[in-house]
């Protein structure tokens, strides 16, 4: 499993940004996968995730903002951002669970300015 995220950038308050995330190596029976994100000095925190049964959860700080979705294969995981903040400003990580591993993509700037 090797996982690129994409689709981060510099968007203004009350903008929207879409992020995604692909395997591009061996597939894998994923159970998990979802989307953190962490700001310098703290801690890596769960933004969205979507289970292997296609339910999802979402941390209270995005619900209603943001939508969490993945194809059909579980090859790929998007977040679309909607009615962006400034506090949302963080780097972006990508995640997939199997059933004793993890896998976790590079990460991909959000910068939102007031």
């Known amino acids: 499993v090797q996982l690129q995220a994409s689709g981060g950038g510099l968007v203004q308050t009350g903008g929207s940004l879409g992020l995604s995330c692909v395997n591009t190596?061996?597939?894998?029976?994923?159970?998990?996968m979802g989307w953190y994100r962490q700001t310098p000095g703290k801690e890596r925190e769960l933004v969205a995730r979507?289970?292997?049964?296609?339910?999802?959860n979402y941390a209270d700080f995005v619900k209603g903002r943001f939508t969490i979705s993945r194809d059909r294969a579980k090859t790929m995981v998007y977040l679309q951002m909607n009615n962006l903040r400034p506090e949302d400003t963080a780097r972006y990580y990508c995640?997939?669970?199997?059933?004793?591993?993890?896998?976790w993509g590079q990460g991909t700037e959000v910068t939102v300015s007031s």
């Open positions: 979507i289970n292997s049964d296609g339910s999802t």
């Open positions: 995640k997939f669970s199997m059933r004793e591993s993890d896998y």
């Open positions: 190596g061996t597939i894998a029976r994923i159970n998990r």
